[in-house]
């Protein structure tokens, strides 16, 4: 997959995952939601997804 195509398609998982968190579903179903959406992305997206996170201040300066 070209490095393009491999942006777009965690960009998409993001957006997904984003109104997963802005629904109005309690926090445990959306922790499973979100669990099950990142799962079925595959290794390598979820892998990237998880590497975003850690890598941007943003967020994870906000949990420690």
Known sequence: MS???????IEQCL??????LESKADSETKK?????K??????DVAASIVANIVT???????ML
Request: aromatic share 12%.
């Open 3 to 9: 490095n393009q195509m491999s942006d777009y398609r």
């Open 15 to 20: 957006k997904d995952i984003k109104e997963i």
């Open 32 to 36: 499973k939601s979100i669990f099950d």
């Open 38 to 43: 990142i799962k079925s992305f595959g290794s």
């Open 56 to 62: 941007n201040p943003n967020i994870f300066g906000s």
